[in-house]
């Protein structure tokens, strides 16, 4: 763990060192990448650890946004309690629809948490009055901490997202190091055999799925404090598909390489837009490249590439 610890500890520096002269619009550029690879850790809790392949990313992420957006409107002192509150909110409600998700076996989890997207966009749609239905919100209160002020700007959502993604692979590490965290791989292995071996399957999972919950909710916190403004449209399956495209390409249950992935490849992605038509091409030249690359390198096919 203290050698993976350090890997996380030299990437984010050199992330701050980038982050430390970038101008605005690629400091923008690169809190959107972070975003993502925020949101790829929260996933990795779910499919790296536990095996449940979820699609739920974007109604999670979207739910901390809009709770944390209202919320803030209401209180605007109230950063230290709403923060928190909201994630121990979607922690206890990811972990809550867990369990009956579960019940429907591994063929179908996939698709009913895909079903908690399409609740989410509805519900958001259907109280437009508190949401703005399908034309967003604006975020009128940014978060504030004592000692630190008002976070505003590009600089202090960076810092955010950094600071985030060390607790979230810190968190990672030491559930994947601990007794639950083995009950948890027992389970992604053989379901059968670790519930033979008195495993709590349901409970077990429902933990790893309610941690990715909450990250993703405070990714969209984040997200919502970064941009001033929120649509459903941020939230939708793309941001769901995207994620766990990435995790697969750097390989669910690895830490480093699933954000470094995200990171190289999203730099590189915005990079072509200058191709104009050629643009969505190049993009899926890249992530296929990237997906052929990752499965040999589990295969053991290419012996060249870091494993």
């Keep these: 763990m203290r050698r993976q610890l350090a890997h996380l500890g030299i990437f984010l520096l050199g992330l701050c060192a980038v982050g430390a002269f970038l101008p605005g619009v690629a400091l923008l550029t690169l809190n959107q990448h972070l975003f993502l690879a925020l949101n790829v850790l929260a996933l990795n809790f779910c499919l790296g650890l536990g095996g449940q392949a979820s699609m739920a990313t974007g109604a999670f992420c979207g739910l901390g946004a809009y709770a944390s957006v209202i919320l803030h409107a209401l209180w605007p002192q109230g950063t230290l309690l709403i923060v928190p509150g909201v994630a121990l909110g979607v922690y206890v409600l990811a972990s809550a629809v867990s369990k009956p998700l579960e019940k429907l076996g591994e063929g179908f989890l996939a698709m009913a948490t895909l079903c908690l997207c399409l609740i989410f966009h509805n519900l958001v749609l259907t109280f437009s009055g508190l949401t703005g239905g399908s034309n967003g919100m604006m975020v009128p209160v940014s978060p504030s901490l004592p000692l630190v002020g008002t976070l505003t700007g590009d600089r202090a959502n960076f810092f ?15 559930l994947r190091d601990s007794r639950q965290g083995r009950a948890l791989m027992a389970c992604k292995d053989d379901a059968l055999a670790a519930s033979s071996c008195g495993i709590d399957r349901l409970s077990t999972r429902a933990l790893s799925f309610g941690i990715g919950g909450a990250l993703s909710a405070m990714a969209g916190m984040v997200l919502a404090n970064s941009t001033g403004f929120i649509s459903p449209g941020q939230f939708d399956l793309g941001l769901s598909l995207k994620t766990l495209l990435f ?35 190049a993009h899926g030249l890249i992530l296929a490249i990237a997906l052929v690359a990752g499965f040999w390198r589990e295969s053991g096919r290419a012996r060249l590439l870091p494993r």
């Design 160 to 174: 955010a997202l950094i600071a985030l993604i060390a607790l979230g692979g810190y968190l990672f590490l030491a």
């Design 247 to 281: 995790l697969v390409i750097g390989g669910p249950g690895r830490l480093i390489r699933p954000l470094a992935a995200v990171v190289a490849l999203e730099s590189l992605i915005a990079w072509f837009h200058q191709l104009g038509d050629a643009t969505v091409l």
